[in-house]
């Protein structure tokens, strides 16, 4: 059974960086694709970067565009989402997913089979 650990959320002052990771285990990593998400109180889960397991091709939500990069060590069955210019509109829980094949133009949460627990990011003016 895949699961998913994230990491590496916290306080974090407007127009500073933060970098999140997500070790998968239970599945070959490079078989899958991988996605972070997002959810503020309040709201519906977003996407927010994916990331294809045959080409590591990769796509963003527009709001994150140029901020944030999504990358994957499959030696160390990790993905990443790098945030940088964080803006407190990207305070939220963040939720790495993965799906057995699947694409990086997987952008709803349905397509996808396993998610982490999630890890709390904050964004203070």
């Known amino acids: 059974q895949v699961q998913l650990v994230e990491s590496g959320g916290r306080l974090v002052q407007a127009g500073g960086s933060l970098r999140l990771s997500c070790i998968l285990s239970?599945?070959?990593?490079?078989?899958?694709?991988l996605a972070w998400f997002r959810q503020a109180p309040g709201k519906e889960r977003e996407f927010v970067a994916a990331?294809?397991?045959?080409?590591?091709?990769?796509s963003y939500t527009d709001s994150v565009k140029d901020r944030f990069t999504i990358s994957k060590d499959d030696a160390r069955s990790t993905v990443y989402l790098q945030m940088n210019v964080l803006q407190t509109e990207d305070t939220a829980t963040y939720y790495c997913?993965?799906?057995?094949?699947?694409?990086?133009?997987?952008?709803?949460?349905?397509?996808?089979?396993?998610w982490g627990q999630g890890t709390q990011v904050t964004v203070s003016s």
């Open positions: 997913a993965a799906e057995s094949g699947g694409s990086y133009y997987y952008t709803s949460p349905l397509s996808y089979t396993y």
């Open positions: 990331s294809s397991w045959y080409d590591s091709k990769t």
């Open positions: 239970g599945g070959t990593f490079s078989h899958h694709s």
